[in-house]
């Protein structure tokens, strides 16, 4: 069984931070890709940014130059700062991991508000 465990939503006025957090634990020896979804109401799923096991970083048009993937192997975490937060980043945020023998694993979201 793998768990992986989100933190650091929550509200935030337009402009803002927050720091999201994914921390992998179970078993699941090393994590291959790893990368943050977002879903906000009546819309589809979509990736937010994603980075391989070489460090290789993709992000949506919408977020590049605003947010930053990052990853710890050592803890087998990913975290996603996202600065310059706009209303139109409120979403449910998933973490999304592939690990190292190619088994993919969701977590269970974290909400963002981006409001004044």
């Known amino acids: 069984q793998v768990q992986l465990v989100e933190s650091g939503g929550g509200l935030v006025e337009p402009g803002g931070s927050l720091r999201l957090s994914c921390t992998a634990s179970?078993?699941?020896?090393?994590?291959?890709?790893a990368g943050w979804y977002r879903q906000a109401v009546g819309k589809e799923r979509e990736l937010v940014a994603v980075?391989?096991?070489?460090?290789?970083?993709n992000y949506a048009d919408s977020v590049k130059d605003r947010f930053t993937i990052s990853r710890d192997n050592a803890k087998n975490a990913v975290y996603l700062q996202m600065n310059s937060l706009k209303p139109e980043d409120t979403a449910v945020y998933y973490c999304?991991?592939?690990?190292?023998?190619?088994?993919?694993?969701w977590g269970q979201g974290t909400q963002v508000t981006v409001s004044s």
């Open positions: 179970g078993r699941i020896s090393s994590i291959n890709s």
């Open positions: 999304h991991v592939v690990s190292i023998i190619g088994y993919p694993y």
């Open positions: 980075i391989s096991s070489s460090r290789n970083i």
